[in-house]
Every structure is written in C-alpha cells, then in structure tokens.
C-alpha cells in the first residue's frame, strides 16, 4: 500500500467563529492510501485550540512512524493495520483517524461497497444540526432565520464568551424562531461552573427550551461538569472532555455528564469511536457524534458511522456545509439538515478538486 499526502486549505462561505477561535478556511490534511488499483482516502483536520495537531505534524507522523508500522501489509489486513496504527504513536489522534478512514475506505471499495455498507447499515441519510457563530443578539437572530429557511431545524448557538449577554442572545434567538426548532447550547469550555448554572438556570426559567448544553467548563475539570449537570434539569454534553476510552470512563465514573460528542479526529478513527459508542450505550450515556472544521472525507466519514451506529440525538455534521467549494470530487451532499451519503463504493470519493 502506498500513502500520500495532500495539503488542502478550502475557504469558508462565512466565518466560523467560537469562544475558542475564529476560521476563514477549513486546513486539512488528505490523506490518499493506495493499492496500486483504487484509493481509499482520509481527513486529519487543523484544530490547534481543540487536538493541538497541526499540519505539519500529522504530515510527519503519517509520513514516518504510521506509514513504517504498515510496512509489509496488504490491503486486506484490515484487523493488523488498524490495530498498528493506533500503536505506532502516542497522540496524534487526528493523524491515526485520517489513515483508519483510509483503511476503511479502501477496504470498502476493494468489496465494491460503501463505506456505511461495509460498516453494516444500509441506511443511506442522516441528519445533522447546523452551528450558529458567536455574535451579537441581531446578528444570531438574523442567522437562525437563514439556517430555518435553508431547512434545518436543530440549532447549536456558540455561547461561552460572555455569560450575561449568552443569555439575551439564546432568547433573542428563541423568540425569533419560535417554539419548535431544537437549540442547543456549545460553551467550548468558556463558562466557570458558576457561570455555567447561572446561564442555564436564567434560560430554564425562561422557558427556552434548550435541548442540551455542550462543553459547559474546561475540559480537565470533570468536578465542575459534575457539579453543573447535579444543578441544571437540562442535559450537559461533554465534548473536550472526551478524546478517548479513557476519558469516558472517567466522565462516567465522575457523573459528569448526560451525553458525549464522539469526533473521529479526538478519538483516532472510526475503530476507537465505535468502541466509545458502544461504551457510552452499555453505561445509559447518550451521544451523538461530531466533526471538527473539516471537508467531505472526515464528515463522510462521521456520517457513515452515524449511519451504522445510531446516536441518540441528531449529530453534529455540519462543518462541510461551511466550504465554499469541496476540496474533493464525490462523496457526500446536503440537502438542508440532511447528509445524504454516496452509492458509489468506500466514500464515494474520486480525487482532488480541480
């Protein structure tokens, strides 16, 4: 088998901006597997504030330690190739999922199957909620209206920057959309665990109605998270918290939340992300399964999982909907709040955009 890497930088049609950082253009690592006949593909996204994997980085880690530790594998070494690739380094989460989604993309095509196919589901859509940046009241307000209007009906508003003025925000945007839409809240660890129940008790009070609050405090602090779900009636979902089997074991162990965001590059691919699924499942812990910044492989290949693995609530797959043109031809296409996934085989990608 033969890896190549392709750096990509694929523009955005608005800026994303959360409490962590503010993204004009998706930076991407592809990665392209070949056996000589097909390719299968994968996405290490640049989430510095998130992962800490840069580019460069993952370029490297795929170039040297992953792409030694499958020398003198074949392409139907599935099993052995996974499992080398999740030892060939420590870290590097976002290098290890582009290469397994690859694995399992070639895989995939190598059996003439789709991705989801391959992975047991026959289910060919699913839904994603669409994020509203951080901004003014009039600005979220104006948002929401566009993204009901383009078909979405679950709503994530980026919140953690300022605790006072989230509140006025998130009910300027409920009064604007009414009482049907879903909302749901991502601090992206902006809020102190006092903050974080002051805000969602003042919006429970309201009778905002929202759906579930995403990341409330820091990542390190599961204490707090605990303290903040054993005080609030809404769900809190753990995010940051969580990149691998270890992490959810000790959310779990701490009571810290109700749901986990399961995201591909926080976890290593979709092997790991299966096992935290089906951990989350055996323990009563909802999920849903996110994406960072990142292009039509990596939400492709969050889709197909979501498409074999149900989630408990609507994902958080929206990120490729942000480019202003695909870094990649095929694969998958929205349709307002629904991600319909290709038939051709594996991603259903076919190569690099002109």
């Known amino acids: 088998m033969k890896l190549t890497t392709h750096l990509v930088s694929a523009p955005l049609h608005t800026p994303f ?32 504030k998130v992962t800490g994997d840069s580019l ?22 599935l099993t052995e190739a996974l499992r080398r690739v999740q ?30 196919g391959f992975l047991g589901s026959s289910v060919d859509v699913v839904r994603t909620d669409m994020t509203l940046s951080v901004g003014d009241a009039s600005a979220l307000a104006q948002a929401a209206r566009d993204r009901i209007a383009d078909g979405f009906d ?33 601090a992206n660890q902006g809020w102190t665990r006092r903050d974080a129940v002051t805000v969602i008790r003042a919006l429970e009070d309201a009778g905002c109605a929202i759906e579930l609050v995403e990341q409330p405090v820091a990542a390190a602090d599961l204490e707090g998270m605990a303290w903040v779900t054993d005080r609030v009636s809404t769900p809190i979902l753990a995010d940051e918290s969580v990149f691998g089997l270890r992490d959810l074991v000790n959310v779990i162990r701490h009571g810290a939340a109700d749901l986990v965001n399961v995201k591909l590059a926080k976890c290593g691919g979709l092997a790991p992300a299966r096992t935290l699924l089906e951990l989350a499942q055996a323990h009563g812990i909802g999920a849903i399964v996110g994406c960072m910044m990142e292009g039509h492989v990596g939400v492709g290949a969050a889709a197909a999982l979501v498409s074999a693995y149900p989630t408990t609530a609507v994902n958080d797959l929206d990120a490729a909907w942000w480019l202003r043109a695909a870094a990649v031809t095929g694969g998958i296409r929205y349709e307002g709040s629904l991600i319909h996934l290709p038939s051709a085989p594996g991603l259903g990608v076919t190569g690099l955009a002109a």
């Open 154 to 186: 679950v709503l994530k508003i980026k919140v953690g920057t300022d605790a006072a003025g989230d509140i006025e925000r998130v009910k300027r945007v409920r009064a604007t959309i009414g009482p049907e839409p879903l909302l749901r809240l991502d």
């Open 87 to 116: 030892g060939a380094v420590v870290g590097n989460f976002g290098a290890k999922d582009a290469v397994d989604v690859a694995l399992h993309d070639l895989a995939a095509r190598r059996r003439g199957q789709t991705l989801h």
């Open 56 to 77: 460069a980085g993952s370029q490297a880690c795929i170039e040297g330690p992953i792409a030694a530790a499958l020398d003198g594998l074949g392409p139907d070494d």
């Open 17 to 48: 901006i959360t409490a962590l950082r503010t993204a004009t253009h998706a930076e991407s690592l592809l990665v392209e597997l070949s056996d000589g006949d097909q390719s299968g593909w994968g996405e290490a996204p640049q989430v510095l």
